[in-house]
């Protein structure tokens, strides 16, 4: 049988530097279509009145819309910021700027897709669902860990799950990766965020999907979040090295695939709304038996930089809550076959989930 390799579509243009962020009049200006098509910025309403707002080169009938990322994106989120939009404005704007973590990410490029595309988002929740390009637009990280940045993927809440929009119109036209946006990010979540890097290098080089491909991108990633959690680098240095990271994780699971904790994390993200960083740290400090080193790697770190997890997340749970889980989790069947290969159906039964899970 022949191979049929995937043709993946990259980041086309990206700026990275302290201050970059500066630059994005002139990045955003050959792409205004005229004064009536406006560029209208989706952000993170943690900076909402703080000076990086004033920072956001406005013009014209251009719109902010601040958004909370204490919950994660949801279908029905993403049609309602269209519907505003188009009853916003006569015709389609310029393009969408994303500036946030990865909630703001993953939202600004489900609304690019769907000002194009009829319906709910959630009937292109999914692969390869999407059949007319996006409108333009830029994905501007403020903290780093997700590869959210790079990735052709949009995660979305929908009504009967969590999937992303996988399309070769997902994947951002610009990119601006500064550093100094990431400086007021609490430590915890740096932790939860910075380790969700961590985990992708760890179940993309531990897998069975690996290639030279995704192995070049992951060792990197890995080596710089050991430089990050492990060294001892300067705050700048550290925020530097920490986006590139998030940029190679992501890069690495592009050709590749997740694993036991991504799977599992879906599971406590759909029934019980725990964010992906955390949810995955929650699994993941469970999973000796699967990534023996990277356990033990994880909790050297969570020990040097004193984060703490929450406990009996999962203690009050019904059977039902139980086999919910486990249904989302068992049918991300990529993931499985990543991490265990062709027979991971006889490796991980759902007694042996639940046995994790109630760990948790
Ligand atoms: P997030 O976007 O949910 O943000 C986490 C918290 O950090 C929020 O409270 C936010 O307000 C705050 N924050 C962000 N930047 C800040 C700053 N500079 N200063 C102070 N606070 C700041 O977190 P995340 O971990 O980046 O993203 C998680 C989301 O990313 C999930 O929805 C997950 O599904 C998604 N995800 C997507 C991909 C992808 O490839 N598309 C990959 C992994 C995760
Ligand atoms: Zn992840």
Known sequence: KKTMYKNFPMVPRVIFGKGSFDQLADILLPKRR????????????????KALVSRIPLLFNDQIIFISADEEPKTQQVDMLVGKIQN?????PSGIVGIGGGTIMDLAKAVSILLTNKGSSSLYQGW??????????VGIPTISGTGAEVSRTAVLLGPQKKLGINSDFTTFDQVVLDPDLTQGVPKEQWFYTGMDCFIHCIESLDGTYLNAFSQSYGEKALELCKEVYLGDLSA??????????????????????VGVAHAMSYGLGFLLGVRHGLGNCLVFQHLEEFYPEGVRLFKIMQHKHDIGMPEGVCSQLSDSDFQTMIRVSLSMKPLWENALGPKWQEIITPAKLESIYRKI
């Open 34 to 49: 005229h004064s009536d098509a406006p560029f209208i910025f989706l952000v993170d309403d943690v900076f909402e009145g």
């Open 128 to 137: 390869d669902l999407v059949h007319k390009p996006s409108i333009y637009h």
């Open 236 to 257: 700048q240095e550290s925020r530097d090295k920490l986006m590139m990271a998030s940029w190679h994780g992501g890069m690495s699971i592009a050709y590749s695939q």
């Open 88 to 92: 916003d404005y006569g015709e389609l």
